[in-house]
T-cell receptor, first 112, second 113 residues
């Protein structure tokens, strides 16, 4: 059983650019969620996908968007990057409901 | 809205000491779920435990134990005989059914040899 994997692990982008982060969910997990973790803070919920439909969104602007594919893998897209978007982006997968979420190792995004 | 408070920003202990990490949660839901995660320097959040609101039994897993008390809205985590490998950031979190995880700010645990 493979765990949650994210790519790339590190990324440096320039302000105003666009970025796509990828996540492969744990085998059998149909729910994927994305979190942003700024340095020294707890993760903040961005959005969640269940069977390819967004079913929850945190307090993030529309330039943060996502997709979930039929194999339950997922992408996080961020347009018009700002310096404050620099953070660790974590993807988590679960079976939904009350079950625990399992996290990937994260993508460290730096915006310069 | 749910809220999780971890008042301890950082704790330093010497190896073999016991240490308790505090977690206080706020929710209006009657059914909710509480979690603890460990984040080592590598960055990945490692799941430790889930507790359902209707199950107040304490749990022990090796050197780890959890004390859930609905009367005080607390879900504290104790590490017995701490080891250097326990050094990490520990997060408490809550969620509703199928909903987002709401994390506390985390507690940095430093275990010195």
């Amino acid at each position: 059983e493979t765990g949650v994997t994210q790519s790339p692990t590190h990324l440096i982008k320039t302000r105003g650019q666009q970025v796509t982060l990828r996540c492969s969910s744990q085998s059998g997990h149909n729910t994927v969620s994305w979190y942003q973790q700024a340095l020294g803070q707890g993760p903040q919920f961005i959005f969640q996908y269940y069977r390819e439909e967004e079913n929850g969104r945190g307090n993030f602007p529309p330039r943060f968007s996502g997709l979930q594919f039929p194999n339950y893998s997922s992408e996080l897209n961020v347009n018009a990057l700002e310096l404050d978007d620099s953070a660790l982006y974590l993807c988590a997968s679960s079976l939904g409901g009350p079950t625990e979420a399992f996290f990937g190792q994260g993508t460290r995004l730096t915006v310069v | 809205a749910q809220k999780v408070t971890q008042a301890q920003t950082e704790i330093s202990v010497v190896e073999k000491e016991d240490v308790t990490l505090d977690c206080v949660y706020e929710t209006r839901d009657t059914t909710y779920y509480l979690f603890w995660y460990k984040q080592p320097p590598s960055g990945e959040l490692v799941f430790l435990i889930r507790r359902n609101s209707f199950d107040e039994q304490n749990e022990i897993s090796g050197r780890y134990s959890w004390n859930f008390q609905k009367s005080t809205s607390s879900f504290n985590f104790t590490i017995t005989a701490s080891q250097v490998v326990d050094s990490a950031v520990y997060f408490c979190a809550s969620r509703r059914w199928g909903n987002k995880l709401v994390f506390g700010a985390g507690t940095i645990l430093r275990v010195k040899s």
